[in-house]
């Protein structure tokens, strides 16, 4: 079997070029999507398997990304629990989760995950009709990220979460979604995902001691109860408005790669984690906006610096941006990120 540049990488053994793949590759953006959803809303194309391997694999096709991402949205877990969710783009959830009385209103545990039973199958549909060298990862939310969304409904109103953390509102919704979404992440790597990335957006937005009191045993917990249900797949942690003083609390927990959001210096990183984990990230996604010359530029610049260190450092990188691609990146600035990658990794 033909091992993908995103397994070596993830295994921290891939001797050839580093694999490139983008968070939110399949968007709106990219005229391939805005095809679809002209014809389908947002919900349809996640839920329709078909549909959603289609939408996963046009930025495959157009762009030579070695990596398709699942296509689909990490608020389905909170549906499952009975929240409702619509999207306008943005997600609305029925109600937000503010006392006991609302968290015991939610379904949780292992079986509510049998509800994303749609990803299980969009993941099946890519994985058949991806090339064999490309890599397929699946996705959750980090519980943290989904609680701050379950109670303030969007990840910037993380203020209104805090109150949670005190009065046990914090602690019985994580009862109740911890075993689902270690299931769910189960279902996605059973149906063919080889990596599993765990997505923490609101995570920055709590001061490095309350991540360490707070958000890390819940992590703790969530990576134990998958490894028992899947000793071996690969999970990435990607984390937004972090720095050390929260990663150096993460090193033992049972994930593989760390993802970095574009204020970190990554040849530092690097050097400095790249002997514990593999590295994601972590181009500034603005710089997509930039004139095409300019960021042809500031690409070559960044990636030659990657390129001069030493190359086991490079071994496990998987490169990409430090958050998702914004709405009106031009396509040509996407093809030349990956096709510039290729001209200098080889
Ligand atoms: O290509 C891919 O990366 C796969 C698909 C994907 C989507 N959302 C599709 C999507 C992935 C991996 C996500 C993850 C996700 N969803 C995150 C974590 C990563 C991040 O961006 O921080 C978060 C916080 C969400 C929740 C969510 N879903 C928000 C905040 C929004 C609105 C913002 C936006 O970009 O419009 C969504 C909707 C959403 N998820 C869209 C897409 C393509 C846009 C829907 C539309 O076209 O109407």
């Known amino acids: 079997m033909t091992e993908t540049l995103l397994s070596a990488a993830l295994n921290r053994r891939n001797a050839g070029r580093p694999p490139v793949w983008m968070m939110r590759q399949a968007g709106r953006y990219h005229s391939h999507y805005q095809m679809l959803k002209a014809h389908s809303d947002f919900i349809a194309l996640c839920k329709q398997p078909q549909f959603a391997a289609e939408t996963a694999m046009g930025p495959v096709h157009e762009f030579n990304f070695d990596a398709a991402i699942l296509f689909s949205d990490l608020l389905f877990p909170l549906e499952a629990m009975g929240m409702g969710l619509t999207y306008d783009p943005g997600p609305t959830l029925a109600f937000h989760v503010q006392t006991l009385a609302d968290v015991e209103r939610l379904s949780g545990g292992a079986e509510r995950a049998q509800w994303m039973g749609f990803q ?36 910037d109103k993380a203020q209104q979460a805090m109150g949670g ?48 009191r707070h958000v890390v045993p819940v992590l703790a917990e969530l990576l134990a109860r998958f490894r028992a249900l899947d000793p071996a797949t690969p999970v990435t942690y990607y984390s937004r408005g972090t720095g050390p003083a929260h990663w150096d609390q993460l090193k033992g927990l049972p994930f593989q790669c760390l993802g970095i959001d574009w204020r970190h210096d990554l040849a530092e990183v690097l050097a400095d984690y790249g002997d514990h984990w593999c590295i994601q990230g972590n181009v500034d996604p603005e710089w997509l906006h930039l004139p095409y010359t300019e960021l042809e530029r500031r690409l070559a610049d960044w990636f030659g610096r990657i390129k001069a260190l030493p190359a086991e450092l490079r071994r496990g990188w998987i490169c990409g941006l430090g958050h998702g691609v914004l709405q009106r990146t031009p396509e040509m600035n996407v093809r030349r990120f990956v096709t510039l990658q290729r001209e200098i990794f080889g």
Do not use: C
């Open 120 to 155: 299980a199958e969009a993941i099946r549909l890519t994985r058949a009709r991806l090339r064999a060298d490309k890599g397929l990862i699946g996705f959750v939310g980090g519980p943290w990220t989904l609680y701050v969304y379950a109670t303030a409904g969007s990840h």
């Open 165 to 212: 953390l005190t009065n046990g509102v914090y602690a019985a919704f994580n009862a109740r979604l911890l075993d689902l979404l270690a299931h769910n992440m189960a279902l996605q790597s059973r149906a063919g995902a080889e990596n599993i990335a765990l997505f923490d957006t609101a995570a920055g937005e709590i001061d490095a001691a309350g991540y360490g």
